[in-house]
């Protein structure tokens, strides 16, 4: 089973005056098909940790494993390699580009390889439109649509490429609560039925109905790391 690993990362930032430490020695393990949301308040480092687990940021020490492989040492070319083939992301605001149609947002990620997207990769495309109600928006500019949709979309775009890890800062934070239950059950579905490592970074407690298992940070240290049955 593949398994995301941190084994005492730690990370520190100069401040401008001082360096500090925003992430004190973390350690967790991550498997397929779970919910996972990480909250605590703002500060506390949870972008930091994303950011180590997405491979966007160094760590100032510890080791990161991805099925075993010391990821530690790789250089930024491998880590935009392993993060086209591994990951998917999804942030607060949704990063759809405008000029854009719907469908090429979609497709954005084969294109960025350099290869002629094919017509089952735009079968897919269209089919996860459709699996996430969004089956007339193809042809539509971002710009046109709801707040809801649009982050709809930009779930679409990150599950294009199957990924094995998707990660989301704070999805719902610029959704109404029905649009953020919506966002939020796509993506518990995503985890169980697809088998991904789905975090969720979030200190909306209205996410933590949907979580399989809940980690809390503050000042940088976990606090508390629960398999919760919320519902
Ligand atoms: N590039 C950076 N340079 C210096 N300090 C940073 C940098 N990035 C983050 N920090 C500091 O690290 C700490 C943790 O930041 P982080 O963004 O991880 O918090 P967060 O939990 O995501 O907060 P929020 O809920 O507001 O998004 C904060 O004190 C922040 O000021
Ligand atoms: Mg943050």
Do not use: W
């Not at 997207?117 to 897919?124: L, N, P």
């Not at 969004?134 to 649509?145: E, G, I, N, V, W």
């Not at 970074?201 to 629960?226: A, Q």
């Amino acid at each position: 089973m593949s398994i995301l690993k941190l084994e005492n990362i730690t990370r520190d930032f100069y401040d401008g005056r001082q360096i500090r430490r925003v992430l004190h020695s973390t350690n967790l393990a991550f498997i397929p098909g779970e919910l996972v949301v990480l909250s605590g308040p703002s500060g506390s480092g949870k972008t930091t940790l994303l950011s180590i687990m997405g491979l966007v940021l160094k760590p100032s020490e510890g080791k990161i494993y991805l099925n075993d492989k010391d990821l530690t040492q790789i250089n930024d070319n491998e880590a935009a390699m392993l993060r086209l083939k591994y990951y998917g992301f999804i942030f607060q605001q949704h990063m759809l580009i405008e000029g854009l149609s719907v469908i090429d947002n979609i497709l954005l990620a084969y294109a960025v390889q350099g290869s002629k997207v094919t017509a089952q990769q735009r079968q897919k495309a269209y089919g996860l439109l459709e699996k996430l109600g969004l089956k007339d928006t193809a042809h539509m500019q971002p710009l046109s649509l709801s707040g809801g949709m649009k982050q709809r979309v930009s779930i679409a775009r990150a599950l294009i490429k199957d990924p094995l890890i998707l990660l989301c800062d704070e999805p719902t934070a610029s959704l109404d609560a029905e649009n953020g239950i919506t966002v939020m059950k796509i993506l518990k579905k995503s985890a169980l039925e697809d088998q991904r490592i789905v975090l969720v970074v979030s200190h909306d407690s209205r996410v933590f109905p949907f979580s399989d298992r809940l980690i809390k940070i503050e000042n940088g240290k976990i606090v508390s790391d629960t398999k919760e049955n919320y519902q």
